[in-house]
């Protein structure tokens, strides 16, 4: 069975950094794409990035510039570099992750950026 755990997660003051992680355990293959995203109290969920198994990445227009997404050589680990944070930033971030046709979302991690 396949398990997602996010973590990195925490309180940053605005213009910090955080790196985000999530690991897949139970993995069969490598997965076909990965992706972030966050949900703020109150807004609807957010496709943050993506990356292909290929290694084409993909960023929202809002981090664009400041988020890095990139993955371990096996593929089983997902990373989310947040450079220059923002108080508009703040929200749960959760990793999804593709695998032969099947979605796998992990439980989330906290993000909180202090003005």
Known sequence: ??????????????????????????????PAAWDWYRQAPGKQR????????????????SVKGRFTISRDNVGTTVFLQMN?????????YLCKMYELGTAYWGQGTQVTVSS
Do not use: F, H, K, M
Not at 4 to 29: D, H, P, T, W, Y
Not at 52 to 59: A, D, E, K, Q, S
Not at 84 to 92: C, I
């Open 46 to 61: 957010e496709l943050v990035a993506t990356i292909l198994v290929g290694g084409t990445t993909n960023y929202a227009d």
């Open 1 to 30: 069975q396949v398990q997602l755990v996010a973590s990195g997660g925490g309180l940053v003051q605005a213009g910090g950094s955080l790196r985000l992680s999530c690991a897949a355990s139970g993995s069969r293959v490598s």
């Open 84 to 92: 220059s944070l923002q108080p508009e930033d703040t929200a749960v």
